[in-house]
């Protein structure tokens, strides 16, 4: 019995409990703005992350250099407790529209499979603190789905995995 | 009477008041937030009924100002109350279950007018959920804050 207390609040319960305290608080930290645990509620990114697929929202990930085309990146609204997880297709200063099937940019045709069949885009060149971002679900009509330009201020960080 | 107790009934009474004070005179920012709530509770369906329809438009019309405005998107505005019970008796009885939030609430004061920014989230029976971020503005009229104007805010766009 003693052993199984050592075990479980060690030889001195005072020097744990600190411990315990500043786990508690740094694992707090951690979870609540560099890892935020986020849970997907929607279709919008079919289906690389389908409904209730479980991940975090790395913040630090761009901390040292700037999203890349690819990303998937959470969007905050009027804060961080709703999200929109999106794929960024456009960088700042490109132009790009949709045709024949395609994503174009400067004119080059994308070839990643996650851009095929993209949603209706008119030629549109993004500022420099804008970036063009859409779902990876074709499926769902282009009118439901929610993709665009959005402000890099908006972008607040990376899907972890 | 010991003094332990002596103690414990002044703590009671301590926070008795303090419960009663913030109650009875609730900050601005406090009434307008669980107006907001309330209104998220009254958007909710948990069951289709057509009575229920009519009776849930009416009480959800009650929180907007006569001549409201609320833009359901850049080219969809509805105006004044009466369109506004209309669409939510007809909404709510499109659904057997819808449940309405409020997430991130930001409120500011300034005066009789209360600005207010937010995402407004809708949950299906199925477990989808749609967001949209909103910028609602209150007004104060006759005593009781009503919501003069409704505007989403395009996060991507």
Known sequence: ?161 | MSKQKQIISVVVLLVVVIVGWRYLFRDEVSVVKHRLTSLAQDLSVKEKSPLDAVLGGRKIASYFSENTKVKLTPKAMLLGRERIAEYATAGRSKFDFLEVAFHDVKIKIDGSIAHVTCTATTTRKDGVKDAMEFRITFEKISGEWLISEVEPVQTIG
Do not use: C
Request: charged share 25%; hydrophobic share 45%; glycine share 10%.
């Open chain 1, 1 to 161: 019995m003693k052993r199984l207390m050592n075990l479980a609040v060690g030889q001195n319960p005072g020097r744990t409990l600190i411990r315990a305290s500043i786990l508690a608080v740094i694992a707090l930290i951690i979870f609540k703005f560099v890892f935020i645990p986020m849970r997907v509620s929607g279709h919008g990114m079919d289906p690389t992350y389908p409904l209730g697929a479980f991940n975090f929202v790395n913040t630090v990930a761009y901390w040292l250099g700037e999203p890349k085309r690819g990303d998937v990146v959470a969007i905050e609204m009027a804060g961080r407790s709703v999200m929109l997880l999106k794929r960024i297709v456009g960088l700042p200063g490109e132009t790009l529209e949709s045709r024949d099937g395609h994503i174009w940019i400067d004119g080059k045709q994308l070839n990643e499979s996650y851009f095929d069949n993209p949603f209706p885009i008119d030629k549109i060149t993004l500022r420099q603190d804008e970036y063009f971002v859409i779902g990876d679900n074709r499926r769902e009509a282009a009118e439901l789905s929610d993709y665009g330009k959005v402000s890099s201020a908006k972008v607040i960080g990376k899907v972890a995995f």
